[in-house]
């Protein structure tokens, strides 16, 4: 017996309810029809079906056979079309959601050697500080930034993120350097909108088992977003706690200065932060998908291209 089509006729008999018309769907005869779910039954020793002038009606031991099968065909789908695409071309339209300082700085500009490797991808980058829902805005992957909350996406991640704080040379030979996270409190500190509580948190550089501090700050400025805060520290006005990936070439020029190097520096406490690829849960991820992935991921390798030693 072909268990596998014996099977699929069963399935498709326990939605249909009529051997006709399952015949005609899958073009055999109505006796074929029959002999598979005879044989499924002899094979099982129960009755799948109990047949009414109405038509089909599954017996307790069909249902069952209904739910676990229905379960493995679609496993078996699923192999076959992962298999299939395994070495399939990466095609078609790539829809990519971004950080907007952080798509600019380092997604576009990798996007023509991305393109070139795979001449068959078009891309449509959304550039947006706004969570997006993947599945509603058909989205096929995104890079989000920082501690992920509990989702059913799933997530690879692409590279660390650390924070540090940074100020012009101008404004620590006016300011003075602060050598404690406490001599903080009297500089003016550059705070992100998004984060409340003008606060942020710090523990010994490496003491992963030991918990961060708050710290309470204040400041002559606040912004939503990290761009803006980059460029009102480069003006002279204070300390910003910025993200490794947006302050290593100013640090590098020297336009920028690192202060309180011994210290792990975040906004808030909480799960590891990272710079992170997310696309829809699927059991078969398109090769588009796969190929962005990997490629950002080789790009943002360690050691990652922004870090200023």
Not at 211 to 223: D, Q
């Amino acid at each position: 017996m072909d268990y596998f089509t014996a099977l699929r006729v069963f399935l498709r008999a326990s939605q249909v309810r009529s051997f006709s018309g399952v015949a005609a769907e899958l073009g055999m005869e109505v006796s074929t029809v029959s002999r598979h779910i005879s044989r499924l039954e002899a094979d099982l020793a129960v009755a799948l079906f109990n047949r009414t002038t109405r038509g089909l009606h599954l017996t307790e031991a069909g249902g069952l056979l209904q739910a676990r099968a229905s379960r493995i065909m679609a496993d078996l789908d699923h192999a076959r079309e992962e298999v299939t695409l395994h070495n399939a071309s990466p095609q078609g339209l790539l829809r990519i959601n971004v950080p907007g300082c952080f798509g600019r700085r380092h997604v576009i500009p990798h996007m023509a050697a991305f393109l070139a490797d795979f001449p068959d991808i078009r891309a449509d980058v959304m550039l947006t500080d706004t969570t997006v829902d993947l599945i509603e805005s058909g989205t096929d992957v995104a890079i989000r930034i920082g501690a992920l909350p509990d989702s059913t996406v799933v997530a690879r991640r692409l590279a660390t993120q650390s924070r540090m704080v940074v100020g012009t040379p101008a404004y620590i030979a006016r300011a003075g350097r602060p050598e404690t996270p406490d001599d903080l409190r009297a500089h003016s500190c550059l705070l992100f909108t998004l984060h409340c509580g003008n606060a942020w948190y710090y523990r010994p550089d490496g003491a992963t088992d030991t918990p961060f501090e708050k710290l309470p700050v204040t400041g002559l400025l606040k912004a939503n977003e990290s761009e803006a805060l980059l460029d009102a520290t480069l003006q002279d006005i204070g300390l910003a706690l910025l993200p490794d990936w947006l302050t290593g070439p100013y640090l590098r020029q020297g336009r920028l200065v690192r202060v309180l190097a011994d210290f792990e520096w975040v906004l808030a406490p909480g799960a590891e932060r990272a710079i992170w690829a997310v696309y829809p849960p699927k059991k078969v991820v398109a090769p588009k998908v796969r190929s962005f992935i990997h490629f950002m991921s080789r790009r943002f390798r360690d050691p990652l291209y922004w870090d200023p030693s």
